[in-house]
């Protein structure tokens, strides 16, 4: 999946739209549920070689949201890395290359929204 492509699915899935927190940077987006705010989605593009990709040049990546459990499977796969800049026990990095299977960004963009929507607690 590419950039745009990432950003048509969430708005199409989550009815959410794309934000830049961050000054001056209008290429690293955040998608945050509406109503706590929390992140489920981080679109950055970063140097290839953060990955230990040998390249000199950028590439797209989404962060997610994942069961600690999938992610040890998860980064033996084609495009699926230890999460870049974030906590690598809860989240994971999907390069948006080619090399990451759609279907499986698709599912793990899933449980990082289901991971992250607002609970109901138990009075």
Not at 34 to 39: D, H, L, R, V
Not at 56 to 77: A, M, Q
Request: charged share 30%; with cysteine; net charge neutral.
């Amino acid at each position: 999946m590419t950039r745009e492509e990432i950003k048509a699915h969430i708005f199409e899935t989550y009815g959410v739209k794309e934000d830049y927190p961050w000054e001056n940077d209008t290429t690293d987006a955040v998608f945050r549920h509406p109503e706590n705010k929390k992140w489920f989605a981080l679109l950055m593009n970063i140097p290839a070689s953060k990955l230990g990709i040998k390249s000199d040049k950028n590439i797209d990546i989404l962060n997610v949201k994942c069961d600690n459990i999938l992610i040890g499977s998860l980064i033996r796969e084609s495009g699926f890395f230890p999460a870049y800049h974030m906590n690598k026990s809860c989240w994971i990095t999907a390069a948006l290359d080619g090399s990451a299977d759609d279907e499986k960004i698709k599912w793990i963009l899933d449980m990082s929204f289901d991971a992250t929507k607002k609970t109901v607690k138990a009075k």
